[in-house]
């Protein structure tokens, strides 16, 4: 199944705007908790850190198509509408993704 794809959506929907995380409390286990987890220099923002950083509009809806970046197209969440749209996907300080 494509979760990573969906994932902050999902979250954003089902979590944020549930009131069961802050959206602070959720970016942090979706970054900063899994980098600790695995020792990985990432999950932060500081001078000459990593450039790895994602921008989206929290409260812009999006509905869940079949057309995903990875190669499987599978997804339960096809058709849904969710919280949360990607504009861009920064990595290693380079713009690897623009809505």
Known sequence: MTGL???LSLGLT???ETGDLSLSDFLA?????PA???DFD?????ENGPADIVIFADREDRIVSDQFASKASNSPFIGESLKGVVKYTI???QIIYQA
């Open 5 to 7: 794809e969906t994932s």
């Open 14 to 16: 089902n979590l944020v």
């Open 29 to 33: 286990k979706m970054t900063s908790n």
């Open 36 to 38: 600790a987890l695995y």
């Open 42 to 46: 990432a999950g932060y923002l500081a």
């Open 91 to 93: 990595c290693d300080g």
